[in-house]
């Protein structure tokens, strides 16, 4: 798979392959979670959030540097597609 990099605000980041994302938006107004925040909100662990970034399993995120953030709105989004509809 062909990755395609913006230089977005001083910041290099992958583009995502259906839109744009404002990321400075998200900073600013706070819209951006820690992954230690993220597994909170998931009632997970760091550690698992982590696995299933190396795993490709997980939220979307965004990564500049060593830094690893989450939007609530792609955690929700995600998990929406990971309920199940078996009764």
């Known amino acids: 798979m062909e ?4 230089n ?3 910041m290099e980041r992958e583009e995502t392959d259906y ?3 404002n990321i400075k938006e998200d900073v600013l107004e706070g819209r951006l979670l820690k992954p230690r925040e993220a597994a909170a909100y998931l009632g997970s662990s760091v550690s698992a959030l982590s696995q299933y970034r190396a795993l490709g399993l997980g939220p979307e995120y965004f ?8 939007r ?3 955690i929700d989004k995600w998990l929406e597609q990971k309920k199940s ?3």
Request: glycine residues 12%; positive net charge; hydrophobic residues 30%.
């Open 8 to 10: 977005y605000g001083g």
């Open 72 to 74: 609530r709105s792609d």
């Open 19 to 21: 839109r744009f994302i």
């Open 3 to 6: 990755h395609e990099f913006l």
């Open 85 to 87: 509809s078996k009764k």
């Open 63 to 70: 990564k500049v540097g060593k830094m690893v953030r989450y």
